[in-house]
């Protein structure tokens, strides 16, 4: 005997959050931020044959002031790094990272002084995309694993909070160079 036997029958009964979850889950605007050979295979996620449209995002922006979703695609470099947190921070909240490809996400095989060893340590990372180079359905599986985080995403303060505690604990955390040293 719940709510829904006392109304009649036609009625859909919902939250907020869930309807405004999937408004934002279906208009998500990417700014790109491609760096190497991993671009390729976004900007081939936008053609006709895997179609990102579909998800509502084929409008990727050139602005962040108008983005929502930062895909790094490649590897970062140490100059450009300040850079991507001037882009990320120009964002428009909610705002939500995808990590593309070896490269941005540890290095890759770039493990010098010159490459940054994973964007996480710049702006917290939401979705890690393996591969070298990642191919374009597993840019599509990390777009629909990215709907389901912004579905569940709570709203108002909570939301605030909760990001803001997931960013410290992400620029908090030490590289695993680091930890080496303290675990031995």
């Known amino acids: 005997m719940g709510i829904e036997d006392k ?59 108008t983005a929502d979703l930062m895909v790094v ?3 970062v470099s140490q100059k450009m790094a300040p850079v991507l947190r001037q882009v990320y921070d120009q964002m428009s909240e909610p705002k939500w990272v995808i990590s593309m490809g070896v490269c941005a996400s540890s ?10 060893q994973g964007v996480d340590h710049i702006v917290p990372v939401d979705i890690y995309l393996p591969g070298c180079p990642p191919r374009p359905e597993m840019f599509l599986n990390a777009c629909v694993a990215l709907h389901e985080q912004i579905q569940a995403t709570p709203l108002g303060v ?3 909070t909760a990001a803001r505690a ?17 675990l031995a």
């Open 158 to 160: 909570n939301r605030v």
């Open 73 to 75: 695609a490649g590897r």
């Open 7 to 65: 109304v009649p029958a036609g009625i859909l009964l919902t939250t907020v959050e869930y309807v405004a979850g999937y408004s934002r889950m279906h208009s998500v605007w990417p700014a790109t931020f491609g760096l190497a050979c991993c671009a390729i295979e976004m900007m081939a996620a936008g053609s006709p044959d895997y179609d990102v449209s579909r998800f509502g995002m084929e409008y990727f922006q050139a602005t962040p002031r």
């Open 107 to 116: 290095g890759g095989m770039f493990n010098n002084y010159a490459i940054l």
């Open 166 to 182: 997931a960013e410290a604990a992400a620029l908090a955390e030490m590289p695993t160079h680091q930890m080496k040293g303290l």
